[in-house]
């Protein structure tokens, strides 16, 4: 109990707080005084706030202590203290939900909703709404029509309101009451206009059509309320998305005359409305910016703040219309509110020229301490964006993010400066050794586990390759001496990978891992007993397989294996290999610098789309013996986008087999197939072995048949086949309204583009994070090369792209990027041929009239040298 | 009477507030008893309302709709204010009614007089209220009102006493009142009794403490 009074005391900080350390069984037993006569209403008023503050701090209560508690609060009703009646609603609301028969107080609230003191009734109508069910709705419905159209404006907005929260419980009853709320709606009130409109629009917003007539009617009759007219707005520019219509309707028009309304924010939420349109012409953006950049300038810094916000989102998408304001937002950058200046700066950065960034750059440091971290993610966030347009001005941006690093921030602000110079080094090799150097002085003072173990991966990758690795090594030893367990133990992985790849830091390093293996945590320990016997063997194999490129299989495929291995008591050990592989995540090496995303949460470990696909193909009976799912290939449309008919085509590896999925969808409403099954003609020596037919497909409703295939096993080096399908199956004629079908019906068939199977299908992609390891690890004994003349492609790039899609393989170093103005390159692939075996691929590429290759194949297993050279010849 | 009074003027102005709770079952007139007794009816003999009774609401009820949950009503007679929790009397709520035993000062319980079939449930309901842990023990006095005397096959109050077996309640001060709510007949008699009743326990009490 102390120690969680010390940690509230850290969160609250300065203590003024008088409810801090409040503790509940206290609380309830003071309310106990509630019971009672005659009532003291300071007293239960400050019981009750109390109350409900322990409510509102997460505090959990007992179903038989809240019920205790509510039903002495319900005596309060007795007591006719203004304050404490209305206390005494808001303690209803709150524990609606937790106590039990909070129904007791239906008439005491029916009685005040109806009375004569206005302040009650509105309260009152809420408070009862939130205890009432749908059974007891009616009888409180006659008196919920009389408060909507109630002429107080107070009793009536609640009345509209609560109905609306009402909706989602009872759709029915609520309904009931549109002609009251079509009342209000007429109202002078502007709150109640607006909560009328509400609660219209939500009980019509399921039918498009009445929500138009709605529309027309009231941009026609014209409304009083501002808020009214921007709900219009969203509701008006909902509908144009939806129906993605041209933007000569009149709805485009409503919002158009909008711009000129007389009150601001109904200007703004038109602007607003406009510029987020997609597909919006220069013509009908220009009103809209008009009107932001007028109040870019306004004195009101709100709208200011609208203005530039707005603008900022929408840089990217109308790089050419924000353009226009820019010399308004230079303006804003040295305006008094912060927010503001910051928004104007990163608008400018997203629409800015290369030669302004420094003149930015510069303006941003000088205030960026004064601003809170959300803006100041902001801020990385148009860096981030910044440096993917100009890799040139790496250096500019790494001291400025390297100056923000040192400031104080919170984990969101961090990680979005880690993320961010991490994508830099990646882009920019000649900016590796800064990054590093200024990441290390980062993690030396670093409260996030997360990102200290980020930064000790990447140094563990990097490091050894930099002319100078032996300087990293302080740095990554000071984590095992300070730091808690889980950076001790990355600390420690990132050690191994110095000790492995540089031969002059393996004694030191070994004599750092023997202190590591006294470490008071077992994964350290373990960690390092492991790398220290691993680097003693000084095999590069050894060091490849297990220190530099870690496993490769799916966790959860692998979680799977392992269970159903200890299921069946066997002799034999585990095997690897028969575990799928996963997928590689394709966010590890992509080309561009994603976007430092706040909102990316720790990524928990999701079954891959290939995971769901094993599970699918594992519930049919046809397919259980084939063992496990190797690879699962891209969707294949295997007719044009509009027919009849629409299929698309999945092909699932097996070791030995492979599956057709056929995922087929009928677009004809009056047919109803049967038993579709799709036949294959293969070309090669493959054999259908098994057809698994889809029983029904009504129209609209995908479903799935499978094509079961056995590979030739004679001849492993036939890897590509082409199948010419046709899909065969039973129409039944139907009733397009009611979808029964005809008794009889008759076979037809209808062709399907080719299916073709090719080398990529046999292939797993499989990122070898330290290529140069893994070459040396499988070794040469399968080494064949071939030199080919690539005449129809022109440039590296291009070549790069089709060995890529055509081999299946996944690149490695990131060589699937051509550096500029180069005439050779050298791409390495690294994949998993089916049944397991290693394959690593590298192509030097030369660029002279067309491009000339020269392959270099390497595998655990010499047909797959074969076969990946005869099938690139 | 007299002593009453006195022992009034004694302490002051101010009356002695009593919480009373009103039970039956449903449809047995409860609600009409009460709005019977609110203000509005004695305002000739009790001047007019102070400040603090200005929020309850001071004139009865046009209609009378089946209460759900409870009610609270006050009024004054001339020597207590009355504190009433005029509960509802459908079965689903009436196992409600034991939060409020506790604070009680009386009961009033009300039976519909035409409703011989019902009876049973009536005598259910008050025996389960007798023996519950919080009455059980106390001489909380109880007041019956025989109600709807104005119906054709209205049982006396003797008949309806001896049908919920009322001679059985040797530890508590009880009566019966035949009533009719609508025209108030006989709800000013009983409730002359209660009072009497109230005060009588009060001056025990006092006389305990002294």
Redesign the interface.
């Known amino acids: 109990m102390i120690k969680k009074f010390d940690k509230k005391d850290e969160e609250s900080g300065s203590g003024s707080n008088p409810f801090q350390n409040l503790e509940k069984s206290a609380v309830l037993q003071e309310a106990r005084i509630f019971n009672e006569t005659p009532i003291n209403p300071r007293r239960c008023l400050h019981i009750l706030t109390k109350i409900i503050y322990l409510l509102n701090q997460g505090e959990h209560f007992g179903t038989t202590e809240a019920t205790e508690a509510f039903f002495a609060m319900t005596r309060l009703f007795q007591s006719n203290d203004q304050t404490l009646r209305r206390m005494c609603y808001l303690t209803i609301k709150e524990m609606a939900n937790i106590s039990e028969d909070v129904i007791i107080v239906t008439s005491s609230l029916t009685k005040d909703m109806t009375g004569k003191e206005d302040v009650y009734r509105g309260p009152a109508i809420r408070a009862l709404c939130r205890i009432t069910d749908t059974t007891m709705l009616q009888a409180i419905e006659r008196y919920m029509k009389q408060a909507i159209v109630d002429k107080v404006p107070s009793v009536s907005s609640s009345a509209l309101v609560s109905s609306l929260h009402m909706v989602k419980m009872s759709y029915d009853v609520v309904k009931r009451w549109v002609n009251e709320a079509q009342e209000a709606a007429s109202s002078d009130n502007i709150m109640v206009q607006y909560h009328a409109l509400g609660l219209l629009y939500h009980l019509r917003k399921n039918d498009r059509l009445a929500v138009t007539k709605m529309l027309n009617k009231f941009t026609k009759s014209g409304l009083k309320s501002p808020f009214a007219y921007c709900m219009l707005i969203r509701i008006a520019s909902k509908l144009l998305d939806e129906t993605e219509g041209g933007h000569d309707s009149p709805l485009f028009d409503f919002i158009e005359s909008c711009l000129r309304n007389k009150n601001e924010m109904v200007v703004y939420e038109a602007a607003s409305a406009i510029v987020h349109m997609p597909n919006c012409t220069a013509r009908e953006l220009a009103p809209a910016v008009s009107v932001l950049q007028l109040f870019c300038s306004s004195p009101k810094a709100a709208l200011r703040y609208a203005a530039v916000r707005t603008l900022n989102k929408v840089a990217m998408k109308h790089p050419s219309a924000v353009t226009a304001c820019n010399l308004d937002l230079e303006n804003l950058i040295t305006d008094s509110n912060r927010s503001i200046a910051t928004l104007a700066i990163t608008t400018l950065l997203k629409t800015g020229s290369e030669s302004s960034v420094d003149r930015l750059m510069k303006q941003i440091s000088s205030f960026v301490s004064e601003i809170s971290d959300e803006f100041k993610v902001v801020v990385v966030q148009a860096i981030s964006a910044l440096c993917q347009k100009y890799p040139r001005k790496h250096s500019v941006m790494m001291n400025f993010l390297s100056n923000m690093l040192r400031d104080d921030g919170g984990f969101e602000y961090k990680r979005a400066i880690v993320d961010c110079i991490i994508s830099i080094i990646e882009e920019n090799p000649e900016s590796k050794e800064t990054g590093l150097a200024h990441l290390c002085e980062f993690i030396e003072d670093c409260e996030h586990t997360v990102l200290a173990t980020k930064i000790l991966h990447l140094l563990g990758k990097e490091g050894p390759r930099t002319p100078q690795p032996s300087k990293y090594i302080r740095f990554i030893f000071n984590r095992v001496v300070l730091e808690s367990e889980a950076v001790r133990a990355a600390a420690v992985s990132a050690l191994a990978k110095f000790g492995a790849q540089n031969d002059d830091l393996l004694p030191s390093v070994l004599v750092l891992m023997q202190r590591c293996m006294m470490d008071s945590d077992d994964e350290v320990r373990d960690r390092a007993t492991f790398y220290m016997n691993v680097l003693q063997q000084k095999q590069k194999a050894l060091n490849a397989a297990y220190i530099f490129n870690g496993l490769s299989v799916s966790i959860p495929g692998l979680e799977k294996s392992l269970h159903q291995y200890t299921l069946e008591p066997t002799e034999k050990p585990f095997d690897m290999k028969t575990v799928p592989l996963a997928t590689t995540p394709i966010t590890e090496q992509k080309t561009e610098i994603a976007p430092v995303t706040t909102s990316k949460l720790p990524e928990k470990l999701a079954p891959s789309r290939q995971d769901i696909y094993q599970e699918q193909l594992a519930s049919i009976p046809e397919f259980q013996g084939l063992g496990p799912l190797f690879k699962s290939s891209e969707p294949l449309q295997l007719t044009e986008a509009e027919t009849e008919y629409v299929v698309r085509c999945i092909k699932h590896t097996f070791a030995r087999h492979m599956v057709f999925q056929f995922d087929c969808t009928n677009t004809l409403n009056d047919q109803l197939l049967q038993k579709v099954v799709v036949q294959m003609e293969p070309s090669e020596s493959y054999e259908v072995i098994h057809y698994v037919p889809a029983p029904n497909l009504p129209y609209s409703q995908p479903s799935s048949c499978y094509t079961l295939v056995r590979l030739p096993d004679d001849d492993p080096t036939a890897v590509s086949c082409t199948f010419s399908c046709t899909m065969k199956y039973l129409v039944r004629d139907c009733d397009p309204n009611t979808g029964e079908p005809d008794d009889d019906g008759y076979d037809d068939e209808y062709v399907l583009e080719d299916v073709e199977v090719t080398v990529s299908d046999h292939i797993q992609k499989v990122l070898k994070p330290n290529f140069g390891a893994a070459w040396e690890e499988v070794g040469d004994e399968f080494e064949k090369e071939e030199t080919f003349a690539l005449a129809s492609v022109r440039t590296l790039d291009e070549a790069v792209g089709n060995i890529i899609s055509f081999l299946g393989m996944q690149p490695c170093e990131r060589s699937d990027k051509v550096p500029e103005n180069k005439n050779s390159h050298v791409l390495v692939l690294a994949g998993v041929f089916r049944g397991g075996h290693d394959t690593l691929v590298r192509a030097r590429l030369a660029l002279a009239d067309g491009v000339t290759m020269q392959v270099t194949v390497r595998s655990s297993e010499e047909t797959v040298v074969d076969v990946i050279l005869a099938s690139v010849g | 009477m007299g002593l009453l009074d006195k022992l009034s003027g004694w302490l002051g102005l101010r009356k002695k507030?009593v919480?009373v709770l009103c039970l039956g079952l449903d449809n047995s007139g409860k609600t009409t008893i009460i709005n019977q007794l609110k203000p509005a009816n004695h305002s000739n003999h009790l001047g007019p309302l102070s400040e603090?009774?200005?929020?309850?609401?001071q004139t009865q009820a046009q209609e009378i709709v089946p209460?759900?949950?409870?009610?609270?009503e006050?009024f004054k007679s001339s020597s207590l204010s009355f504190?009433v929790f005029d509960m509802?009397g459908q079965s689903r709520?009436r196992n409600?009614w034991e939060?409020?035993y506790?604070?009680s000062h009386a009961i009033i319980f009300v039976i519909d007089s035409g409703d011989k079939l019902r009876m049973v449930v009536a005598k259910e309901e008050l025996d389960t209220l007798l023996n519950h842990q919080d009455i059980r023990s106390r001489k909380i006095p109880v007041l019956f009102f025989a109600n709807k005397m104005d119906l054709r096959d209205a049982m006396s109050s003797v008949k309806v006493s001896q049908m919920l077996c009322l001679e059985n309640i040797r530890d508590k001060p009880w009566h019966i009142c035949a009533s009719n709510a609508i025209k108030g007949e006989g709800l000013q008699q009983g409730l002359d009794w209660l009072q009497e009743q109230i005060a009588q326990s009060t001056e025990n009490n006092e006389h305990m403490n002294e």
Do not use: C, Q
Request: overall charge neutral; glycine content about 4%.
């Open positions: 507030e919480n603090e009774w200005k929020h309850v609401s209460t759900i949950g409870f009610n609270i006050k504190t509802s709520y409600l939060h409020y506790k604070e």
